[in-house]
């Protein structure tokens, strides 16, 4: 991403609402994908046997 598309919507105040909001959303849909990817992680090594 450049410089100009990143402060381009701070300058119009229509799309940085629509900017924030989406940046928001990219955040939140990663936190999400992470703590599934996570959470099946932890289920899967519960499930197998450790060898030891």
Not at 3 to 19: A, C, D, G, Q, R
Not at 29 to 43: K, L, N, R
Request: aromatic letters at 24%.
């Amino acid at each position: 991403m450049t410089i100009y598309e990143h402060i381009y919507p701070i300058m119009n105040n229509h799309s940085t609402k629509l900017f924030k909001v989406n940046h928001f959303a990219q955040i939140f849909f990663w936190e999400i994908f992470m703590g599934a990817i996570a959470f099946f992680s932890y289920q899967l090594s519960a499930f197998i046997p450790k060898q030891s």
